[in-house]
């Protein structure tokens, strides 16, 4: 299925490379770099490229590309889930997933290969079964393994091997047993120049993490469940009590894992918690225009709104701009036009403000389109969907677990335009 | 590091001192022998031997020089040795060596079998599998016999892990033995393995029979396989339910009842977090429901959520290829994702690719309720920062113009006042294709066009720009002026396309416009047949120069042709695409390059090279010019050399052929065999020479590619043909009807196509 793997960077190095069949020559990545040159940009390289005797699916995590050669008709939406996957075990492995951290532990990274695939099928790809086969690497690991000689692989057959579940080992101990939920929201938006929505929707996760002893099985149920919209499932949940009595019964894999995403997609309920007013202006035949933002709170439900950073993608013309803000700070970057501006919390009593003067090429004609303002930001405590659990129960084993549920609302795609 | 390597290349010497990581990969090509040397002497040292770390710590030296690309083929004999200890670890990273470098050393490798074939008795499972695992990869010739004995103990043993192991290396010993003989016994002990308790070994074997019996059309799926699948799927990890519900594809359900009960087992499936196990089911569910369209419907209803969600998935490649998918299910329901809209709308952060997809859905789900909104959005594209995406966002206006005219021709006319290069060229080569098939249009668009002339620069919009002056010059004030512009300048004009239409522009014009057009046009016949050096431009002028000799009323009846028509729009694809059409391509490439991209490119594959801007050009077919601007005219042209049988035809209206042809039956049809690239033009051109005048073709590199033409013979015997290129068959199909049944014409009419259609294949290879 997949024949081999080049991760490449953003200059275009090949700086590993990984076959599980036949070796494939680095020269079947020119066909990609050809790509990259047509794309000008990095962020747009198509993700399938054909070639004479390949197909290259990549993907593109963190400023590299996971570039993987196939030689078979294959799903594509398989290969790249997949390929996400391979990042997500590094990013889980060595903290992040990027040129040095692969370099670094390179060996590390072969391991996992290895595991992860076998004659170019997908085999281990649960974090907690992976990390009983390669224990990931730690300084304090490091500096025992250095003393002692010991290694970051386990020698003894993982359990989770073993068991018939596949998402969860068997014998698992605990001498305290938690169960934590984190309800995440995130806001996709587009807000139109007179602050009216345009689109808004509402992205939804439940992640959890179990560290529960035995073969515990949950029931967790929400004082609204009727607000889901689509919910996608982790394996483990059974379906078919979903559908009759919207509880969500499982027996949960070991450690952490993405119970169920969701979607909240009708307008009147996604509040938008944030507004901008706004005025950016370029005058004709001159060379410079006005810039001026200012961010306020909106049906927050009464919680603080933090975390917020504008980033505005300037035009071409700009050439550097001259501004004052009341809080927090910002940057422009003159040679990606990028205007980035950090402004931490809102408090009601004095709204942070962004303005002053925008210095344009002279002779250039002034730029047709404002440019768009992407808004990040975040409340805590507050899933703005509205939605609650309501209880967690535990059958099946006979100790009382600690529970616990946090609700974090974020911005997903939130754009205002102006 | 030695200094003269210093001055040799000095980034490299910098990179060694470990201040630039990026060149450190490329230091070791030039130190690569003493690297060898001294890691040799590292590995043969007892010391180093005794000291367990030390000794692990030179071999992941080997090792990390291994990936970067540098020979280390020097030390196999040293590694081998290596391979002889207790540490896993060291064990894992000599194994890994191994089968690198086992192919360039194949004598050496055989002494590494030993070591092997012990470790695959280890108590360890986990050495046991490991062992197996390199053995099965060390790809050397030779090497089969000496596993087969441990892959046939693997597949017996106690440990999942080791059967998993083994089960793979059944196929990758089938690989070494190259393909020849299938071993009868090991794929009855695979498919009895399908009943493993462990539910990864159960699809391991699915992949290892898939590929041993490749020749045979790969494993079998019957009955008791099938529902033994369908009832493990619930334990299979994603990965493994995705491929399990490919595999079931194969498998024909009995009864209806038995395609009731799976496609129930099967439904929850489709709520899955992975949208690959969620386009998997979809596709299974519309290939076993292919006889009821209801089932399909609500099938595609349900997966909308998962669909939709993937579209605005965090990864921009699951939404590229999401989308792609989109666009197929709007092929046969057009309403399908219309209350959606605004999912599609783009925001600016998104990658290019995405965005063009985007921009086509939107083009295609719209309908009286959202065209509003959709079109303003789609406007707002239009001055997009990029080019290529503003212009994309004009062809999608253009597109929906065929339905909701008089809103998309005004924002056409619009964005010509924001008298932008790249903006203005596309409108008017939008207004040209709108005229053509929208021809209600046409007051609006001649109001619109003066003043465009100034910001068009390059050939394509020129084209346009000067085929709407020509054909509907005497709506426009000022066309002579703005022509008489380009006959003035037609010297440093240094497209030749462009000098071929102002020629034809022109003479049209002159026909309604004498007056204001005699003189230049004498000018420009001059210039192009005195001194022009384009031979095609010449020989078009020199046409149209004999052609005025001949007289007012032959260029009349010669160019005079329909404005507009419509009904040209048979040429495109049509509309109307059953769900069955596209269900078996569902969930594979082919949606992400166009089924008949995708078919010349897995045809001859190795032949041309597709780029990656293949998304890009299928997106604008729909939407790109109908015909050739060469054709356009030229099919009106006709060729007026007696023949022997076929007379020139005269005035056969493409509508009064499309009747006709739809009247007939088929008289004759045949295959004739047919490869690789061609022109239309050169085609036509032939037929012409022997008076088969071409009504109405595609564009060349369109796939499917069709022609339609007639042909009279001197007893007003009528041949009407359609040619038809299917670029999976390489063949081209020809029908055609007659008006008269006569046979001995018709024969002798097939002749003289064959012959011509024959002589431009030789001309080509």
Redesign the interface.
Known sequence: ?IHSLFLI?C?G?I???KHW???VSQSVCD?FF??QE??A?V???????????H?L????RDKLFFVSVIQT??????V?????RVADTFQDYFGECS??AI?DN??IV??LL?EML??G???A??SNILKELIKPPTILRSVVN?IT?S???????PTG??S????RRAGVKYTNNEAYFDVVEEI?A?IDKSGST??A?I?GVIDACIKLSGMPDLSLSFMNPRLL???????CIR??RWESERVLSFIPPDGNF?L??Y?VSSQNLVAIPVYVKHSISFKENSSCGRFDITIGPKQNMGKTIEGITVTV?M??VVLNMNLTTTQGSYTFDPVTKVLTWDVGKITPQKLPSLKGLVNLQSGAPKP??N??L?IQFKIQQLAISGLKVNRLDMYGEKYKPFKGVKYVTKAG?F?V?T | MLPHQDEKEPTSYRGSCGSCPVTVRKMPYLGSEDVVKELKKALCNPHIQADRLRYRNVIQRVIRYMTQGLDMSGVFMEMVKASATVDIVQKKLVYLYMCTYAPLKPDLALLAINTLCKDCSDPNPMVRGLALRSMCSLRMPGVQEYIQQPILNGLRDKASYVRRVAVLGCAKMHNLHGDSEVDGALVNELYSLLRDQDPIVVVNCLRSLEEILKLEGGVVINKPIAHHLLNRMSKLDQWGQAEVLNFLLRYQPRSEEELFDILNLLDSFLKSSSPGVVMGATKLFLILAKKFPHVQTDVLVRVKGPLLAACSSESRELCFVALCHVRQILHSLPGHFSSHYKKFFCSYSEPHYIKLQKVEVLCELVNDENVQQVLEELRGYCTDVSADFAQAAIFAIGGIARTYTDQCVQILTELLGLRQEHITTVVVQTFRDLVWLCPQCTEAVCQALPGCEENIQDSEGKQALIWLLGVHGERIPNAPYVLEDFVENVKSETFPAVKMELLTALLRLFLSRPAECQDMLGRLLYYCIEEEKDMAVRDRGLFYYRLLLVGIDEVKRILCSPKSDPTLGLLEDPAERPVNSWASDFNTLVPVYGKAHWATISKCQGAERCGPELPKTSSFAASGPLIPEDNKEREQELPDSGALMLVPNRQLTADYFEKTWLSLKVAHQQVLPWRGEFHPDTLQMALQVVNIQTIAMSRAGTRPWKAYLSAQDDTGCLFLTELLLEPENSEMQISVKQNEARTETLNSFISVLETVIGTIEEIKS
């Open positions: 299925m960077n200059s190095d700086f590993l490379e069949k036949s070796v066909y050809e790509a047509k794309a940009d962020e747009n390289v198509p993700p399938v490229i054909s070639t004479p005797h197909y699916i990549s993907i593109y008709e294959v799903p594509p939406l398989f790249i889930e997949f390929l996400h040129e040095a370099k390179v060996v072969y391991e290895e076998d004659n099928f997908p085999l790809t649960e250095s000689g290694s970051n692989v386990g020698d003894t057959l091997q073993l018939n579940i596949p998402w996709d587009i345009v689109f929707e992205q919209d689509d919910v996608s499932f982790h394996p379906f078919k993405r169920i995403s979607r993608h035009p071409k047709e389109e440019p768009s992407n795609k754009q335009r």
